[in-house]
């Protein structure tokens, strides 16, 4: 604005960057939960303060988003939540992989730790008890169906099992050290606006290949892959035959709302299906006039139009994908060009009083767990396994989708055990430097275990659910169980540093 519409380059130091490029959220969680002496969960009060930084960006919608997750994946039948974004003097804060969960996840999943202590209970056990089921009411009071939050009971069973949990969640090994586990539940719904939309459009080459463009921006997952993947599922032909238009221009790509929120194979994935349907139809008139029948008589394969009962009867794409020539010569319906959009629909404004209402279209629901070895004489701990099991819905992409989780995983072992701002007493950065701001090593890496259920969401593209944040979500949680049980504290805050240990057993021996 200040030049009147010229470029601009703006170039920072690293030090700058880290203080005026916005980041990742504080917060400060207070929960309050009751229950009955079997573990049925019957009451909690929540409230959430949002480090918001200087400038509010999209503060705001985190802390909505925190507000509608704020039962988690469980059935708390009497729930009060207020969260607020508060003005501080810090870095401001923005849109980080999982948009605020996976600090709610840690609040309330070391709650539920703390209560399964308390009342003598198994951590595996107080959950499954506790979680949401069909016909049960959200916090936003949306129902819960199968179709549209999966099945946590599955991914809990499945997680027992990879992590052997039965085998004993803390053992003294011997030497100083001890093994322990950790778990926690994890829930995310994307909290789109109510008119989020996507756009594609199919071009065709003269081979009868497909060319596709819409505004999905790569940004790691594969997506690209995937909604090849469904365009060719849908126009029954082989994926080679697809070519994606992997760059994205404004002016000439078609709209996607943003490539956020795990949405892209849904949004995207509908536009894809839509434009294909666009351009069958427009191929199936067509091959109904060069086969001389109607269009019911017709089916398609293989870049080919075949009547049904006399498959000897066919067209291929190639002679009908830039239009149809009669034998005299002349031609009708010129270049065949699919295009689809689709729109968010039955999401609503959540009420400003009671907080009903439709945040999301659907939920996806797991379940993680993290084990370490830890060394009581010095206060450190080695991770040695994090596990995940997750609801996915359909796996499209089986091996990108397990690439997706296991990249989680590690952002959330990041957050969990090294990444902190510090400030000192007048809220100015102190490490603002790849030097002082420690981040998780290549060989500090667990082994990573993933599963999948798959409970087919009816109203998504092939019954897939969005999978791209949720591996960081419950990771932290699950870390501060274990170090918890293992050390024999509580842990209240992150990230989880020998330091951090330390002052809490002298803390702990002092009283």
């Not at 050290?177 to 756009?199: E, F, V, W, Y």
């Not at 596709?212 to 090849?228: F, H």
């Not at 629901?365 to 396994?385: C, P, S």
Request: with cysteine.
């Amino acid at each position: 604005m200040h030049v009147k519409g010229k470029w601009v380059n703006l170039t920072n130091t690293r030090e700058e960057d880290f203080v005026t490029s916005p980041g990742h959220l504080g917060l400060n969680g207070h929960i309050k939960i009751g229950a009955k002496s079997s573990g049925k969960i019957t009451a909690a009060e929540m409230k959430f303060y949002i480090d918001t930084g200087a400038y509010s960006d999209t503060s705001p919608k985190l802390a909505k988003a925190i507000a509608v997750e704020c039962a988690g994946p469980y059935h708390i039948p009497n729930i009060q939540c207020d969260s607020y974004s508060v003005y501080t003097n810090h870095p401001y804060v923005t849109s980080y992989r999982g948009f605020g969960h996976e600090e709610h996840a840690f609040c309330l999943e070391r709650t539920m730790d703390k209560l399964a202590a308390k009342l003598g209970m198994d951590p595996f056990e107080l959950r499954l008890l506790n979680v949401a089921h069909d016909g049960d009411l959200k916090p936003t009071q949306v129902k819960v169906t199968t179709s549209n939050t999966g099945n946590i009971t599955e991914c809990l069973n499945r997680l027992r099992n990879l992590i052997k949990w039965d085998e004993g969640s803390r053992i003294v090994e011997g030497n100083n050290i001890i093994r322990a586990k950790g778990i926690s539940c994890l829930i995310k719904t994307s909290d789109t606006p109510q008119n989020a939309g996507a756009a594609a459009i199919l071009t065709f080459n003269s081979d009868g290949s497909v060319n596709l463009n819409c505004g999905a921006v790569e940004i790691g997952p594969g997506m690209k892959t995937t909604l090849s993947q469904i365009l060719a599922e849908k126009m029954r032909m082989n994926i080679n035959d697809i070519f994606i238009k992997m760059e994205v221009d404004t002016q000439s790509s078609p709209l996607y709302w943003k490539t956020v929120a795990s949405m892209t194979t849904h949004m995207v994935g509908f536009a894809v299906i839509n434009a294909a349907e666009d351009a069958l139809n427009q191929l199936l008139q067509l091959a109904s006039i060069a086969l001389r029948c109607p269009v019911s008589d017709l089916e398609y394969e293989n870049k080919m139009i075949y009547v049904k009962h006399d498959p000897s009867f066919f067209i291929t794409f190639k002679d009908l994908v830039q239009g149809y020539k009669y034998p005299d010569g002349n031609s009708i319906h010129g270049p065949v060009i699919g295009r689809g959009s689709y729109v968010m629909n039955h999401l609503t404004i959540l009420d400003k009083e009671t907080g009903k209402g439709k945040a999301g279209l659907s939920w996806t629901v797991g379940a993680q767990a993290v084990e370490i070895e830890y060394d009581t004489r010095q206060h450190t701990y080695r991770l040695l396994k994090a596990a995940t099991v997750i609801d996915a819905g359909k796996v499209i992409n089986p091996k990108t989708a397990r690439g997706v989780i296991t990249g989680g995983m590690c952002m959330g072992l990041g957050l969990g055990t090294c990444e902190d701002f510090i400030y000192d007493e007048n809220a100015i950065t102190e490490n603002t430097s790849f030097r002082t701001y420690k981040m998780i090593r290549y060989g500090e890496n667990p082994k990573y275990l993933v599963d999948f259920v798959e409970t087919p969401q009816i109203d998504t593209p092939y019954g897939s659910r969005g999978i791209g944040e949720h591996g960081i979500i419950g990771i932290p949680a699950a870390l501060a169980n274990a170090v918890s049980l293992a050390a024999q504290i509580d842990v209240t805050t992150l990230p989880v540093t020998p330091e951090y240990i330390w002052r809490e057993k002298t803390k702990n021996d002092s009283v």
